[in-house]
């Protein structure tokens, strides 16, 4: 399993703060610079997951291990909120599990809280990336191996326009659905970043993004190519309208946060921080920051009527908001912590203290070896003594 790369976890935080700008009304203050949001964020989620897949692991496992962290979380925000939905507000039971129902489809077009999407899709990329990396690498040829990484690419385009929407029938009845369970339609293009990020672990060392170069370049490619090549990417609702353009964008925004984070890592480590913590805990923030973000920019809305504050208040709120809820309810709570894909910090806690204890009794035992070495030696060596004192009076 490769080690935890701090500037990894810079990118996800700085990541997953563009999602939650990405969701509000900040389009509205500049559209520009909301596109440029969109043409890369969501590629770099899946290529920062992709850059830690443990193919060591047997499938099984493996697919227990991303059920556990990516699709319970999922199924039990679902259940939270029609939960919620039944017991607090006027939604009746019957539409309630007709919603959830259609939230176990997968796709963003059938969830209320549609930023879930990302969740299912991410699991069943990951199985699909676990399968294509044990497969491939038996060529052991990376020519090959990029090749049909792109081949795969080309190929994603063809699914936007089959399965977004598409027709079945069904005992007669004819049924329009968007996009297929779990998005499945869009496997081979996220599957494609999420490879990626396999493929330049593999290459690139972490000295690659100390370039400064590297994060001017980047960043001066994106939004060049935004201002010349406008071309719109929603991946969620299948718009993806330059493979060529889009894809370039996707790589380029991922260089600059790459580039941005390891730069941040090595100069400003408070801010640093602050970041590797929001991306420790990007899964509560995405699950909680659309409804949160909302509340908090409505309300505000209605009390100013001034849509750019509405919108910084909002989108505080929708990143403070789900802290507060990781913070109280989830971190120290371990049947929280469990539902939601993680270890509680107590239980991480308690284990650290038995490995320093162990630690601990493991030097002390081999202080006392050393010292019981040392005095065998000693005694052999005053016996050595002896004896030759014995075989020269001889």
């Known amino acids: 399993m490769p080690k935890r790369i701090e500037y990894l976890d810079i ?59 990516v699709l319970k979380p999922y199924l039990f925000t679902i259940f939270l909120i029609y939960f919620a939905s039944v017991s607090f507000e006027k939604m009746g039971f019957q539409t309630a599990l007709g919603r959830i129902i259609k939230s176990l489809y997968g796709t963003g077009y059938y969830i209320d809280w549609v930023a879930l999407w990302f969740l299912p899709h991410l699991f069943v990329v990951s199985l699909y990336a676990f399968i294509f990396i044990v497969l491939v690498t038996k060529l052991r040829n990376r020519w090959i191996t990029w090749g049909i990484l792109l081949l795969t690419l080309l190929v994603s385009t063809l699914f936007f326009r089959l399965f977004y929407p598409f027709s079945i029938s069904v005992l007669g009845k004819s049924y329009e659905l968007y996009g297929l369970p779990f998005s499945l339609d869009l496997i081979f293009l996220c599957g494609f970043f999420f490879l990626l990020g396999n493929e330049i672990r593999q290459v690139a060392s972490e000295k690659a993004f100390d370039n400064i170069f590297l994060l001017i370049g980047s960043g001066f490619g994106l939004i060049l190519l935004n201002i010349f090549f406008p071309y719109r990417v929603d991946i969620a609702i299948r718009v993806y309208e330059s493979l060529l353009v889009n894809t370039a964008e996707a790589i380029l925004g991922i260089l600059f946060v790459l580039g941005l984070s390891r730069q941040i890592e090595l100069r400003v480590r408070k801010l640093g921080s602050l970041f590797k913590y929001l991306g420790n805990i990007s899964l509560i923030i995405l699950l909680f920051h659309v409804p949160i973000q909302g509340f908090w920019s409505e309300k505000v809305a209605a009390v100013i009527n001034n849509l750019p504050l509405s919108i910084l208040i909002g989108f505080i709120m929708g990143v403070v908001g789900p802290v507060l809820i990781y913070e109280i309810f989830i971190r120290f709570n371990p049947v929280a912590s469990y539902w939601f894909g993680r270890k509680a910090d107590v239980f991480e806690q308690k284990e650290a203290a038995v490995n320093s204890e162990a630690q601990h009794t493991s030097s002390n035992q081999s202080s006392v070896n050393s010292e019981q070495s040392k005095q065998s030696e000693t005694l052999a060596s005053d016996r050595e003594a002896s004896a030759g004192v014995v075989n020269l009076k001889s």
């Open 11 to 69: 990118a996800r935080g700085i990541g997953i703060l563009l999602v939650v700008l990405g969701h509000n009304d900040f389009g509205f203050v500049s559209s520009f610079f909301h596109q440029v949001i969109y043409s890369f964020h969501i590629p770099l989620f899946f290529f920062l997951s992709g850059y830690f897949i443990n193919t060591a692991l047997p499938f099984f496992d493996y697919f227990k291990k991303r059920f556990h962290s």
